[in-house]
């Protein structure tokens, strides 16, 4: 089963998206602008995603209202603390209905039973959205309660292995795809003032069905999660008592399999609520996987060829873009001397030019990597800094594809 893919980005996004930053300042403001600063906006739920879209919001339209309910007070009051909400809410707030927007961002389950509650306090112009990586079982639910007119299922493509409110950024979904899935019903004003919210915040709006989202989140964002997890498991089970293969794994292998740290609770609910979309692309896949062992079995080197090949084609032929379910990560390998202050004189020279590294280390494995040295940055201008500055030293640096 197929689906063809209409790119359909209902605003225009600013220009030169690939360099959206923490420092972005979006346009002067238009009408729809002025009056975007006079919303009020609820969160049932505030981690990662939810606190994300809470701080953009904060960021870029200052004078909005916000308020948002969390399991875990202490979540809210930092949020408070630090001035991303002006209210805290209980778990059924009377607060709620002043809402124009409320984001819905605890599990599926748990959206689901907050829908009664919502249907009789939400304000009738009020939309009602959802960040999930799933989208079928909550339109189901949503059409049961009659609430299809006033919801907009919502996923913005990004994320990170790290998950919770502490790791939230204003610029998480900064030119990251912002999947829509409408309701049947929705006015299009209505599809039209959330695309521009998302994209007031640097997020690039796609609207497709719920069906057709969760056939391609599967091969592209459920499939190479179980595909990392069962590798990370493969060595674990294949490796012998001295753990050697955990003590060399590095480079590409780390790479591929970074995101089996997501959580494992989330993940759990995802296969539960996509099982049959994954089920099928992993029978897919499982069947290419089998055609490689019958290709490497029989010495058939022109397929194998072919293999690696094609892959690599279409894989160079994807956007260098952070956009995607998996960020883009912003490190280089360099060739350092094995001399004592080596490694000081790398960071001290990148400190004095204001720029902060976010992780460094030895990369002790270099089968499948360049370059003694990985280090990684926080965004794209200091990745770039880094490299001009480390090679203007003569330092040798290696770029990652």
Request: net charge negative.
């Amino acid at each position: 089963m197929t689906f063809p893919i209409p790119w359909i980005r209902i605003f225009p996004v600013p220009a030169d998206t690939n360099r959206l930053r923490k420092d972005y300042i979006p346009p002067p403001a238009s009408e729809s602008t002025i009056l975007m600063e006079n919303l009020t906006v609820g969160f049932i739920g505030l981690g990662l995603i939810g606190g994300s879209i809470a701080k953009a919001l904060r960021k870029f339209h200052p004078s909005c209202r916000i308020m948002a309910y969390s399991r875990t007070l202490e979540t809210v009051e930092q949020a408070k603390q630090e001035g991303v909400i002006d209210i805290i809410c209980e778990k059924e707030d009377p607060f709620f209905s002043a809402c124009d927007y409320i984001f819905m961002r605890a599990p599926v389950s748990s959206n689901i039973e907050y829908l009664p509650f919502l249907k009789d306090n939400m304000r009738p112009s009020c939309i009602l959205t959802d960040v999930g990586s799933v989208k079928t079982p909550i339109h189901d639910a949503i059409n049961t309660m009659g609430m299809s007119s006033v919801f907009i299922g919502g996923h913005p493509m990004a994320g990170s292995e790290k998950s919770g409110y502490t790791n939230a950024t204003d610029y998480l979904i900064e030119n990251s795809y912002y999947i829509l899935t409408p309701g049947e019903g929705v006015a299009q004003e209505k599809i039209d003032g959330f695309s521009h919210l998302i994209s007031s915040i640097g997020g690039l709006p796609v609207t497709i069905s719920c069906g057709e989202h969760d056939y391609i989140t599967a091969v592209i964002s459920h499939l190479p999660h179980v595909i990392a997890s069962t590798l990370v498991n493969a060595v674990q089970r294949l490796d012998g008592p001295e753990a050697h293969m955990k003590m060399i794994a590095a480079g590409g292998f780390k790479d591929i399999t970074r995101i089996a740290s997501s959580s494992p609770e989330m993940w759990q609910q995802i296969c539960n609520e996509n099982k049959e979309n994954i089920a099928n692309v992993i029978d897919t896949y499982i069947d290419m996987l089998k055609e490689a062992r019958e290709m490497i079995c029989e010495k058939d080197s022109l397929g194998v060829y072919h293999m690696f090949e094609d892959s690599r084609d279409y894989r160079n032929s994807f956007g260098d873009s952070s956009a995607g379910p998996i960020k883009k990560n912003y490190s280089f390998y360099c060739d350092i001397y094995d001399e004592p202050g080596g490694i000081a004189t790398i960071t001290i020279m990148l400190a004095m030019r204001g720029i902060s590294i976010k992780n460094i280390g030895i990369v002790h494995n270099r089968a499948f990597e360049e370059g003694v040295l990985n280090i990684e940055f926080y965004d794209e201008e200091s990745w770039e800094q880094a490299m001009a500055i480390l090679r203007s030293r003569n330092y040798t640096v290696h770029q990652k594809n």
